[in-house]
């Protein structure tokens, strides 16, 4: 169970971003409403116990959208927790940290994040056996600047905010390392879901994941024919630009536009480097489109995470690859 438990945490830090939905007329809406996040590449729901369906909000949208991850949000008491859980909810949330509610979901083998605003509360959490916990609410507990504050001791804890998050501030909250993903009921606003407005909730859910990418042109790699070739080019480029000149082990920069590479790399032609803001994550959402990555070339850091990988296609005769920023 253990397992599971960690793999939908991964799953909630690979998709990035946890709408969080108020459904009033779950039979109505609750579809719909599943298949729109998940035509927007956020395959994620926390359902909020604040209306009365949320049980059934949450068993329509598991068995509608079985790959998407439902799970329960505002659980104030363990009446509710057994009712979500039964419904098939995957993870709870609650807004504060229950002891007694925490361990209840714990003990059904179910991922339990308590919402948390205080050192105290974080160890408590911590004591229990948790790694990832809630930080509610975000912004009036003094956002991400706090929590890097509190970073220091807690290396391994890593947070969920949810609390005035939105499509502004939702870069800065995810560039930290130690935010899992981030909640926010930005994507799924009342009035969206009162007019069932589905089309407009996808649009705003991949506005979020482009935000969350950030994808943006790092360089272009040239393949060349020999070092000499390599050289050559970088030094002409950086006559014509005004660029400087770096030289390299395997290749040669002009500025940080152009790779020359000193022999033929991937690609016919070379390469075209896309900075990403995480590119596992970055991994995960061009995966759900259909893009397939070349393992072969992933290149990770001290803690695991992949700081470049190249995609199996090429395009125009280039190589693509994805680097962390």
């Known amino acids: 169970e253990c397992r599971d438990m960690n793999a939908i945490n991964q799953a909630i830090s690979n998709i990035g971003v946890v709408p969080v939905i108020k459904l009033n007329h ?3 809406d609750a579809v719909a409403r599943a298949i729109a996040l998940c035509e927007g590449g956020v395959p994620v729901a926390e359902v909020t116990y604040r209306a009365a369906g949320a049980a059934t909000a949450i068993k329509l949208m598991s068995e509608a959208k079985p790959d998407m991850l439902v799970g329960a949000g505002t659980v104030l008491t363990k009446e509710q927790a057994a009712r979500a859980i039964a419904a098939g909810s995957q993870f709870i949330v609650s807004p504060g940290f229950n ?5 209840y979901v714990l003990d059904k083998g179910v991922v339990m994040m ?4 205080t050192p105290g509360e974080m160890e408590q959490a911590m004591s229990m056996g948790l790694d990832v916990v809630k930080f509610f609410p975000a912004e009036q507990n003094g956002g991400v600047a706090k929590l890097k504050a509190l970073a220091g001791p807690y290396k391994t804890l890593k947070w969920m905010p949810t609390g005035g998050v939105n499509a502004k501030n939702l870069a800065d909250y995810l560039a930290f390392d130690q935010i899992v993903a981030c909640g926010g009921t930005w994507m799924v606003k009342k009035d969206l ?4 407005q589905w089309d407009e909730i996808t649009r705003i859910c991949k506005d979020a994941v482009k935000t969350m990418l950030g994808f943006e ?3 272009v790699g040239i393949n060349c024919q020999d070092a000499g070739q390599a050289e050559q080019t970088a030094k002409a480029l950086c006559a014509i630009f005004g660029f400087e000149y770096k030289a390299g082990n395997s290749s ?3 500025g940080s536009a152009v790779e020359c590479n000193k ?10 480097a896309i900075r990403t803001n995480n590119v596992d994550r970055a991994i995960y959402h061009l995966g759900l489109q259909g893009v397939k990555f070349d393992e072969s070339s992933r290149k990770t850091d001290a803690k695991g995470r992949t700081k470049a990988i190249y995609l199996q296609e090429e395009l125009g005769g280039f190589a693509l690859h994805l680097v962390q920023k």
């Open 99 to 103: 002891p007694e509610i925490t361990r």
């Open 193 to 196: 879901i009162e007019g069932e």
């Open 263 to 272: 022999a033929p790399g991937r690609g016919a032609h070379g390469h075209i």
């Open 217 to 219: 042109l790092g360089h």
């Open 26 to 28: 779950p039979e109505r």
């Open 114 to 117: 308590p919402g948390t605003a």
């Open 252 to 254: 040669d920069f002009a």
